[in-house]
């Protein structure tokens, strides 16, 4: 079974930063994709920023030029560097990934962590 874990939210004033982290940990598994989505009260969910396993990278427009990804490997963990934030990036942010694991490629995603940018 594979577990994908965030960590890294929190109360933050516009201008800030924040650093989200998605830990992914099991046993015999491989990660393809690994992506962030955010959800606010009302929105529908949508993706912020995603990572293929070539280091390929794609962002939202929204959040080019101040959200930046990263990958430990050896971790199996992605980073989601968040400067300059504004009030409308308060959201519930989620980590998803694609991974093989057994043969077979499965979806899934984390429990989520809160960002809240104060005005």
């Known amino acids: 079974q594979v577990q994908l874990v965030e960590s890294g939210g929190g109360l933050v004033q516009a201008g800030g930063s924040l650093r989200l982290s998605c830990a992914a940990s099991?046993?015999?598994?491989?990660?393809?994709?690994m992506s962030w989505y955010r959800q606010a009260p009302g929105n529908q969910r949508e993706l912020v920023a995603g990572?293929?396993?070539?280091?390929?990278?794609n962002y939202a427009d929204s959040v080019k030029g101040r959200f930046t990804l990263s990958r430990d490997n050896a971790k199996n963990t992605l980073y989601l560097q968040m400067n300059s934030l504004k009030p409308e990036d308060t959201a519930v942010y989620y980590c998803?990934?694609?991974?093989?694991?057994?043969?077979?490629?499965?979806?899934?995603r984390g429990q989520g962590t809160q960002v809240t940018v104060s005005s």
């Open positions: 099991g046993i015999g598994f491989s990660i393809k994709t």
């Open positions: 998803a990934a694609v991974i093989s694991t057994s043969g077979m490629l499965r979806n899934y």
């Open positions: 990572m293929s396993s070539g280091d390929s990278t």
